[in-house]
């Protein structure tokens, strides 16, 4: 079974810290990793996707296979940040868009 | 992309009745999910609404409980059944737009409230 683990529930920071939004997983396969962002009074989207090695809107993520993680990464925190944030596992193949989440966490970023 | 709209958006319905939530897709999609989020938890896939064939359902969660429809490939619906005030959750629809590019998309949820 595949189990996705944020230990942090609510993250607080002020406007120009770094950021750092933990996820932990557990899967025996070759996972897909991804952070999925929810705005205040809008719906999920996806914010990244560990294949694609990108960063959007300042955030990064590296998956390590090593300490099973997948750790949300941003070196200068924005008031506009502040969201609840999920990490997600798929196991990919045919088990596309059967995701497992995680708790979330809600980031706060104080002006 | 794909723009996902769902009705109702809340509902407030008593112990023992049903409600049929409707999942509408501006796009023709082929994997559309139903996920649901219980107060102060995770989201958790209910099951895989197949366009032709019956839903494939989670480990937990039962076709008697939660019938879902898919009869074409920009319409599903689920159903909570017979509801208990443990059914209280949002209820979202989500799709897989499988078009190269990794891309899932999610509506906007339906808040249900059990009495």
């Known amino acids: 079974a595949q189990r996705v683990t944020q230990p942090e529930k609510l993250l607080s920071v002020f406007k120009g810290a770094p950021v750092e939004l933990k996820c932990n997983y557990s899967?025996?396969?070759?996972?897909?990793l991804f952070w999925y962002v929810q705005y205040s009074r809008q719906r999920l989207q996806l914010l990244l996707r560990?294949?694609s090695r990108e960063s959007i809107k300042g955030f990064t993520a590296d998956l390590n296979k090593g300490e099973t993680s997948f750790h949300l990464k941003k070196p200068f925190a924005q008031e506009e940040d502040s969201a609840m944030y999920y990490c997600?596992?798929?196991?990919?193949?045919?088990?596309?868009?059967?995701?497992?989440f995680g708790q979330g966490t809600i980031l706060t970023v104080h002006p | 992309s794909a723009v996902i709209s769902q009705k109702p958006s809340r509902d407030i319905c008593q112990r023992g009745t049903s409600l049929t939530i409707q999942c509408q897709v501006d796009s023709q999609v082929t994997m559309m999910f139903w996920y649901r989020q219980q107060p102060g938890q995770s989201l958790t896939l209910i099951a895989t609404?197949?366009?032709?064939?019956?839903?494939?359902?989670e480990s937990g969660f039962v076709i008697d409980k939660f019938p879902i429809s898919r009869p074409n490939l920009t319409f599903s619906t689920l159903t909570v059944s017979n509801m208990s005030p443990e059914d209280s959750s949002i209820y979202l629809c989500?799709?897989?737009?499988?078009?190269?590019?990794?891309?899932?998309?999610f509506g906007p949820g339906t808040r249900l409230t059990v009495t």
């Open positions: 997600a596992l798929s196991a990919g193949g045919t088990s596309y868009g059967k995701l497992t």
């Open positions: 560990h294949i």
């Open positions: 989500s799709v897989y737009s499988g078009q190269g590019y990794y891309e899932q998309y």
């Open positions: 899967y025996s396969g070759s996972p897909e």
């Open positions: 609404a197949n366009q032709g064939s019956e839903a494939t359902y």
